[in-house]
């Protein structure tokens, strides 16, 4: 298995402004991934995390609204950029130890309120 | 593509009694199962997996699934539940090979009372 952090645990942030998320696993992993879970609602996939590279976005979310980072295979970021009251969620780190694993692991997530 | 229904959004139940929470998923291909659980204000923990061979799958905190393929349902049930298991529970489901992204349901919510 796998130890995964997230800083911040929990923000209210103001309408517009942009917030960082970090995630750091206590190991070195292949697959990273950054979902959302509205209120009330499943996880959504925002993107794939890639090392060296850009992200892999699914259909409804762009690099603008969520610039994703991965320098290295333990660590990375989400930025959620000119926030509105429609992005708070809980925004949750997930990883794969190998490329094809079946099991995903979960970060405690990072609970955000936009005013 | 996979697809995955958790028919109750909610289910109350008293404390020592047996539960069920249903899953129904559908899919083209061969498929993995998962059930997920998520305490207040956590992140998820892997309850419990279907990958091959026996189709009942037991899991931690006294958890088990049944994989039923006839019936594209991976139901969880527990004998007799504890307070301390309200929180929200997440069925997944992802194809065996090629894509390697779970499907996630939309979570039942258990709550356990006194």
């Known amino acids: 298995s796998a130890v995964i952090s997230q800083k911040p645990s929990r923000d209210i942030c103001q309408r517009g402004t942009s917030l960082t998320i970090q995630c750091q696993v206590d190991s070195q992993v292949t697959m990273m991934f950054w979902y959302r879970q509205q209120p009330g609602q499943s996880l959504t996939l925002i993107a794939t995390a890639n090392q060296g590279s850009e992200a892999t976005y699914e259909s409804g979310f762009v690099i603008d609204k969520f610039p994703i980072s991965r320098p290295n295979l333990t660590f990375s970021t989400l930025t959620v950029s000119n926030m509105s009251p429609e992005d708070s969620s809980i925004y949750l780190c997930?990883?794969?130890?190998?490329?094809?694993?079946?099991?995903?692991?979960f970060g405690p997530g990072t609970r955000l309120t936009v005013l | 593509a996979q697809s995955v229904t958790q028919l109750d959004s909610q289910v109350p139940v008293f404390e020592e009694a047996p539960v069920e929470l249903r899953c129904n998923y559908s899919s083209s291909v061969s498929v993995y199962l998962f059930w997920y659980v998520q305490y207040p204000n956590q992140g998820l923990q892997l309850l419990l997996k279907y990958l091959s061979g026996s189709t009942l799958v037991k899991g931690i905190n006294g958890f088990e699934a049944e994989f039923n393929k006839s019936q594209t349902s991976f139901h969880l049930r527990k004998p007799s539940v504890h307070i301390s298991d309200t929180a929200e529970y997440f069925c997944?489901?992802?194809?065996?090979?090629?894509?390697?992204?779970?499907?996630f349901g939309r979570g039942t919510s258990l709550i356990v009372h006194p």
């Open positions: 997944a489901v992802r194809g065996s090979g090629g894509s390697y992204i779970p499907t």
């Open positions: 997930s990883v794969q130890l190998l490329a094809g694993e079946d099991t995903q692991y």
